[in-house]
């Protein structure tokens, strides 16, 4: 505990900053475990590497330290007055030795947006490293260690997303979980595509970490500083054109933009998360589903008062209409794949759209609740199919797999999943029903550019997600019992010596990890009903409370613009009521048609897309779709293909031109003088001497002439 | 006194290895290294320039006074920290040779130790005679280096990289001695070459005068660093050294070219400075972003290591030349970090190629298989050099970058760059992330694939012995420690650094108006 408390202690010797309504809790130093405990772990987990151990002693190290920092967190939220504490942790880049110095310290911002974020983070964490624990044990051995060592360093740097009091430890953060997910997306690394899926998402999610690069020089030079509450404070006082002229701060917003449609796969920088699958199940759900691709819509939440600082909203009509557009076309793709965990992805694509359309009009508490319940339902859904990998021998495919709810030993994941696809498909009275329809309605009855055709299309796309969903649950759940395995045979367990598949259910740790998120994706719709005197129930008094949506003037002056227009109508309804009943039609349309063409009459959809397919008008649709929309093609021929030949042809001119034409050339000229000049140089003493002295004379006349030039007079 | 048992130290252990029998030679050195790294350990806790900035452990010698030539010696805390760099890295070099050399033994490590000395001359100078004798010095022992124990191609690269660099710095010393004779011709002919009273005499010079003088330091030390089009003897030289050549070029020959334009460009020519930083700063982006579209399609790994310097010396140059605290706290923090973070690497490439001989990244695949701790130490400084938030690197390049973006004379940091300038070297972050990432992609990660001859039988372990792991492991250190507590750096270098560029906010708050302009036009493209 020494250690421990020698960690956590303040190490800090900075000066405070003062900021008036945010408290300074020097005495909340505890508050680092968060950080500390996956710090741990990740080297407790590297010994266990180099101690060659193969039991599974570094899921258990892992999990008990994700305990802890969820134990932590939970203290921190007990311990939560509004509107924050700052609690510094260690000293980090701090130039503030010069007057207005740049200061970014390991420091955490306690407000109940942080709050909200790190307890669901730190939460699904834990339970998904137990269930991991028995995901994984086919590796026992290095690779569980490594697994686990990836977990710990992704919580470690997501912790430090969410609590970072500043911009820099934010970027920290952000780069952190971007390296944590190469590090766990390439686990299989003999796996070319294990690889080549690793280093895209990295390179694109590097494409968005300039954007944050460069909104954080520009927090800089336009407010003086990257510290949050600091930030606040500058922004209400009106006082921050201190260096640049207005395009500056104007820029912000779109620069942070990049960044989180980077991080959380928003058109154009989509491309790398349905590749993420080719890592471990439970990575999928943990990072690429629940926890880490939220950060943008953090980020924008976060920085929020940015946004509203331009009376207009453009930049948010436009996060509006990229969160609509992306949402629609994930749908389109998933529609027409056939792995279920790619489908998934599709679906978390989709599903992070409609939060970031929730920025976009103005409900963040819709954005956030969504990001809370998606984080569930969505770890149940992809937790079940990992469950369905793992036992299928690495099947995926949803043509070869039926009937597995009539199947022994798979009930709960099967009803897990049923579970995680009402939530997805907004069936009423789950979870995502109320927080789909928080977003939904906010998209009719709030002003922008063709808002209430960007409903209708979300609404569209609702339906579109039903069907998807319940096709795969239709699929492999339902139906008569079939079943092929997959071709992915690693550990002897399986039993193939008889010549017979014999699929092996999951047992006690994946089974109650699936059983209790299922259960939480329903309970996470108890919040909306929470009374806190707020519409929107305790996630609603958790964002109003943060600066996403109070405490700034003109931040509370867009939340009372949009209050306005809540209380608008909707076909001659309170928006919400009427919404509840028409996202529930749609819904029930989409679960219907997916019955009909993937539970009663499978054949017909087989018939149907041959029948799209045989038409020229029509075969480009499901071509298409299954093709994605040719998008890494186009990122291929535009961006890729140019660089390369770009480069190859600098490389060119650098051995060409540059070494060989410029400077192999004028180090020949010497040699052409020489030429001319050979009798003095044929080696005999005279004529060197004669050549030295030549030499010396050709310096002191080439001195004298500049100094007579007066260069230096 | 200190500083002079630094810089003869080495040399006299070079004379103890040249004189001792050729198998107590490695070891001979390597004691000689380590007791140089204690003697600066024990100079860094006496020395008193810390986190202020005054020159410390002084030592002067007359000899030839009647001419000025007066020896002095003495580091304020900048120099120190690359002095602590240098000795630190020389013990790695040394241990890490100890199976690559075979041949010669004793003029290797004489050489190594004699480049010792100079190296630290050169950061401990005080007067220009010194510094520039130090300064020619180097290149003598990396040529014998590279023409006897380099690769295939060796014969070019050492004569390439004498003659590039020796005609480079020619141009350096002739703008010194000018510089000494305008001094002496403004103070009635005494004559000086000490660093200081020159320094604030150059300062005073007409801003035409110092654009001259700013042009042949940037000859002179552009090529060293080296500053884009000036580059292209570095891959060569790079690839065809030994590991250790490579290690020393890296971690600190490139650092004497950025030292220089700390020690002699900003202080000396401040008007000229501001007028043509942007012009440097463009050059080094165009460095960072050439260099680093260059490494993407290498097939040698040394190679494109090698490159990636190019890039990586570009945001170093940056920094300096945004001419804010942030900025050459940046550039200073990069010295160090980029020493420590490509020396491993070249450490690394160098224990595959003693395995496997060959750099070829399409000969080989998968050694996280074969060799899971180089694996694990080879990713963990590709990301140190790739810049991840946490490790060393990722600091100084913020720094350099932020320094950069900031322009203008307002607040408590002036500048000269711009955003601009920013934008297009932070694209280097991006390309930096594909190069070093296809790179470990291919050669750590994938299929297993190693060479047809396989496992040469130099009675290497498969993976890296315990030798290996003892070099590796203080450069790792260093990236970490750096990367959460650059503090050590900034704390103790800030007065050295607040008071080079206290000349500077006065100039640039004048020229702002002039410097807006030539950027416009620069952009524009319009008339300035």
Known sequence: MSLLSMLSSSVLTAAPVPVADVHQAFDMGWAGLILWLPLLSLIACGCCAMMRCTSKL?????????????????????????????????????????????????????????????????????????????????????????????????LFAMSALVLADNLVLLYLGWEGVGFASYWLIGYYYTKPEAVAAAKKAFIVNRIGDLGLALAVYLCWTSFGTVQYDELVTVIESGDYARMTDDWSVAAIPWLLMLAAFGKSAQL??????????????????????????????????????????????????????????????????????????????????????????????????????????HAFFKAALFLTCGAVMHGFAGQLDLRKLSGLRHMKGWKITSYAMLIGCLCLAGFPFTSGYFSKDAILAEAFVTHGPGFQWLGFMALFTAGLTAYYTFRVWFRVCAGPVSYEAGDDHHGDDHGHDDGHFHPHAPRFAMNSVMAIIAIGALVAAVPYFMDSGVKGGWIADMVNDSTASEGIPAVRAAADHAADHAHGSLFGYDPHVAMYWVSGGVGFIGIAIAAWLHLFRREDAVSLRRALLSRSATAWLPRAMERKWYVDEIYHALIRAPLWVGSHVLHGIDRILVDMVLVDGTAKLPRLLGRWVQPLTNGTVHASATA?????????????LILHLGVFA | MMSWLLILLPLLGALVVIASPARLARHLALATSLLVLGV????????????????????????????????????????????????????????????????RQKEYYGWLLALLSAMLGVFLARDLILFYVCFEFTLVPMFFIIAIWGGANRGKACVKFLIYTFTGSLITLAAFLMLAWSYADAHSGVWTFAIEPLTSHAAGLAASDQAWLLLALLIGFGVKVPLFPVHTWLPLAHTEAPTAGSVLLAGVLLKLGTYGLYRFALPMCPDAVVTWAPVIAILSIVGILYGALICWVQTDVKKLVAYSSVSHLGFCVLGLFALNPMGLEGSVLYMVNHGLSTGALFFLIGMMYERYHTRDMRQISGLARVMPV???????????????????????????????????????????????????????????????????????????????????????PVDLSVREIVVLIPLAAGCIILGVQPGIIIDSTATSIADTLAVYPPIIEQASTHVGATLDAMVMGGAP
């Open chain 1, 692 to 704: 030295m002295a030549g030499g010396v004379a050709l310096l002191v006349i080439v001195v004298l």
């Open chain 1, 58 to 154: 570094p899921a258990w190290i892992t999990v008990g330290s994700l305990a802890g920092s969820f134990v932590t967190a939970m203290f921190l939220y007990l311990n939560y007055e509004p509107p924050g504490d700052v609690v510094n942790i260690v000293r980090w880049i701090d130039l503030s030795w010069v007057g207005g110095g740049f200061e970014a310290n390991i420091s955490f911002y306690i407000d109940s947006l942080s709050l909200l974020w790190i307890l669901f983070v730190t939460g699904l964490g834990t339970l998904i490293a137990f269930y991991a624990s028995e995901y994984m044990e086919t590796d026992l051995g290095s690779g569980y260690c490594r697994f686990f060592a990836g977990v710990s360093v992704f």
């Open chain 2, 374 to 460: 180089w694996a694990t130490f080879m990713v963990f400084f590709v990301l140190a050099s790739v810049g991840l938030p946490g490790l060393n690197g990722f600091v100084s390049e913020f720094l350099c970058l932020i320094a950069a973006f900031t322009a203008g004379d307002g607040g408590a940091y002036p500048g000269v760059l711009g955003p601009w300038f920013a934008a297009f070297a932070a694209l280097g972050m991006i390309l930096a992330a594909m190069y070093l990432l296809i790179m470990v992609g291919k050669i750590v990660f994938g299929p297993v694939q190693t060479p047809a001859h396989g496992h040469d039988d130099n009675d290497l």
């Open chain 2, 40 to 103: 600066s350990i024990a100079a860094a806790l006496v020395f008193t320039g810390w986190g202020n900035g005054a020159y410390g452990l002084t030592a002067a010698l007359d000899w030839l006074p009647q001419a000025g030539i007066v020896i002095q010696v003495g580091a304020d805390s900048v120099a120190f920290i690359l002095v602590l760099l240098t000795t630190m890295l020389m013990p790695l070099a040394i241990l890490g040779s100890y199976t690559a050399v075979q041949v």
């Open chain 1, 268 to 373: 154009p920088l989509y491309v790398w998360l349905p590749d993420a699958m080719e890592g471990p199940t439970p990575v999928s759900a943990l990072i690429h589903a629940a926890t880490m691709v939220t950060a943008g819509i953090y980020l924008l939440a976060r920085m929020y008062p940015v946004f509203l600082l331009d009376g207009d909203h453009t930049a948010l009509h436009v996060v509006a209409w990229v969160g609509g557009l992306t949402a629609l076309l994930a749908a389109t793709i998933g529609m027409a794949q056939y792995d279920i965990k790619r489908i998934m992805a599709y679906s978390t694509v989709s599903q992070l759209g409609y939060m970031f359309m929730g920025l976009g009009v103005l409900t963040t508490y819709g954005a956030a609740y969504h990001v809370f319940t």
